[in-house]
């Protein structure tokens, strides 16, 4: 960033325009935040604005972008935590359900259709599981 802001004060003290200046500034810096800065200022300097004004409320904006990514944060490892129970509750359950009952154990261990259940099931939580952690490599947390 220092680079784009030492190129943008060589651009206009050799005597190109602020807004060429600010519009080559801008294709050279991809951060989306500092972006809509860069548009802004170049409307307010193309207007005669009130620069103070203009600073105080993009950082009161920045700010509540700010605490929305924080709430978001929270709310997501909130969920997260739940949908791991659920997932480690799922085969403590099933566990308990059959050793509790001998005929529910036999009818999905000795007949072909219980034991085709019995994968379907066993693979439709593998899945549920890989999804989770794939979900969880994606968010990167």
């Known amino acids: 960033m220092r680079a784009a802001v030492s190129a943008f004060v060589t651009r206009v003290r050799g005597g190109m325009a602020v807004e060429q200046a600010l519009d080559l500034m801008r294709q050279n810096i991809s951060h989306e935040h500092f972006q809509d800065l860069l548009v802004a200022l170049r409307f307010n300097l193309r207007y005669r604005g009130d620069l103070p004004m ?45 050793g509790t009952s001998p005929g529910l154990l036999q009818l999905f261990t000795v007949s072909p259709a219980g034991r085709m259940l019995s994968a379907f099931g066993i693979l439709s939580y593998l899945a549920a599981v890989a999804a989770f952690c794939l979900i969880q490599h994606r968010i990167g947390q």
């Open 54 to 98: 203009l600073l105080e409320h993009l950082a009161w904006q920045l700010n509540r972008i700010e605490e929305e990514y924080t709430r978001r944060k929270l709310s997501n490892a909130h969920d997260r935590q739940l949908t791991g129970l659920v997932l480690l509750a799922v085969p403590a359950s099933c566990l308990l359900r059959l």
